[in-house]
T-cell receptor
């Protein structure tokens, strides 16, 4: 079965600093989703990457997919307290339409941003 | 748009009781899924559906049943609740380029 490892597990930064969260898969990535979760709340969909080399942005958050390394990185520029939360990556383990309902998740990265 | 709606938000059950967690989506997505989130275990797939009338098991299906009679609804049934089913349950609705989650149901089994 596919496993996703996120690093770091937790991150504390000062407001205004840039940061990167990584998500590495044990198997080929056919699709990689990034989410943000506030404690006690649901998952907010940030973006999905499907092709090697693909890069997407959502406000000050940019994610890239490196197919060869089986890895995705999430980069936040000029972090703000509103960016604080848990960031989760989820992946599809197989190509093909039926896989879109079956995601494997990483353990999450807890981000704290100090004003 | 409501997106994915889960009810109830909180529930306390006694061991052995049964209940149904409701999930509805208004985005006309084919794929719907149920996950549970536990500390240290992350999110794990319970059951999923690729369309009305079609369901399949995920990683942790034991103790749960699902059915999908319409595109919009995907209820999760706990047959006989056990303390090990204490968790936060999330329903998701997805298509080719996105997967959207409900706000979750926090279930405690005593």
């Amino acid at each position: 079965s596919q496993e996703l490892e996120q690093s770091p597990q937790s991150l504390i930064v000062q407001e205004g600093k840039n940061l990167t969260i990584n998500c590495t898969s044990s198997k080929t990535l056919y699709g990689l989703y990034w989410y943000k979760q506030k404690y006690g709340e649901g998952l907010i969909f940030l973006m999905m990457l499907q092709k090697g080399g693909e890069e997407k942005s959502h406000e000050k958050i940019t994610a890239k997919l490196d197919e060869k390394k089986q890895q995705s990185s999430l980069h936040i520029t000029a972090s703000q307290p509103s960016h604080a939360g848990i960031y989760l990556c989820g992946a599809i383990s197989n190509a093909g339409g039926t896989s879109y309902g079956k995601l494997t998740f990483g353990q999450g990265t807890i981000l704290t941003v100090h004003p | 748009n409501a997106g994915v709606t889960q009810t109830p938000k909180f529930q306390v059950l006694k061991t052995g009781q049964s209940m149904t967690l409701q999930c509805a989506q208004d985005m006309n997505h084919e794929y719907m899924s149920w996950y549970r989130q536990d500390p240290g275990m992350g999110l794990r797939l319970i059951h999923y559906s690729v369309g009305a009338g079609i369901t399949d098991q995920g990683e942790v299906p034991n103790g749960y049943n699902v059915s999908r009679s319409t595109t919009e609804d995907f209820p999760l049934r706990l047959l006989s609740a056990a303390p090990s089913q204490t968790s936060v349950y999330f329903c998701a609705s997805s298509y080719g380029t996105g997967a959207f989650f409900g706000q979750g149901t926090r279930l405690t089994v005593v």
